[in-house]
């Protein structure tokens, strides 16, 4: 697995150089000297992270896949929805173990390890991979793209907190379409479409922890909501004559 700033270097390198003929092997010596490191193992697994996303590209040389213009992270954020959240052939773990972290509601002073974290999730959403099992290496890694992607933070405990703010952000046009209202079993609906990680989606209902009430939004995405309606984005309201809130 590479790491998200070793990925954002790499597009930075080949944008810089738009004319350049770049071969594996030169990308490698340029982001990884061999007088400073003794494998080029890093930059390999960054530029097959790069192809499997599509943000770059190999024929005889590695190019682009996109316009140079546009700002890395922006390319890798999108790439992301894309590509991995919608699909677990690249990365099997990436979505649903979020998904079993934001339906565990509030995860401050559990303080679980990473491999009590794994066990955890293997225990309530059953079955182990045994071609590409889960385990703590992985989910230490897995932290750093979702602490990358918005999805979460650290506490005061080191302890990972669900938060999927820029996700939801980036996703709105896509989950009110051309509606400018909706109800809160609509919205729902229409999140887990446009994010089958979060509530309401094929990979949350999949892998939602056991203990969390159905009837109920996970707090992460409650937590994201009110924090979108201080800051204008969205407009929470539930009249007194209504059966429900809207959004």
């Not at 559990?110 to 590409?132: F, I, M």
């Amino acid at each position: 697995p590479t790491l998200p700033l070793h990925l954002e270097t790499l597009l930075d390198v080949v944008k810089e150089f738009p004319d350049a003929k770049f071969s594996r092997k030169k990308i490698g010596k340029l982001l990884q000297p061999g007088g400073i490191v003794e494998s080029q193992k890093e930059t390999e697994n960054t530029i097959k992270a790069a192809l499997d996303l599509e943000l770059l590209k190999e024929k005889e040389y590695v190019s682009t896949n996109f316009n140079p213009d546009q700002k890395s992270r922006e390319l890798i954020l999108s790439a992301l929805d894309s590509h991995v959240f919608n699909d677990q052939k690249l990365e099997p773990y990436f979505a649903p173990f979020y998904s079993y972290l934001l339906s565990k509601e509030n995860t401050k002073g559990l303080k679980k390890n990473p491999k009590e974290w794994v066990d955890s999730y293997h225990d309530e959403t059953g079955g182990r991979a045994d071609n590409n099992p889960f385990n703590d290496v992985k989910l230490v890694a897995l932290y750093r793209w979702y602490i990358y992607a918005g999805l979460g933070w650290r506490d005061l405990s080191e302890e990972f907190q669900a938060y999927p703010y820029e996700r939801i952000k980036r996703r709105l046009a896509h989950i009110f379409k051309d509606n400018g209202k909706l109800m809160v079993k609509d919205f729902v609906e229409n999140l887990g479409i446009a994010c089958p990680e979060l509530d309401g989606g094929k990979v949350f209902n999949k892998n939602k922890s056991q203990t969390m009430d159905n009837n109920n939004i996970s707090l992460g995405v409650s937590q994201v909501l009110v924090t979108l309606h201080e800051e204008e984005v969205v407009t929470l309201f539930c009249p007194r004559d209504s059966d429900g809130p809207s959004i």
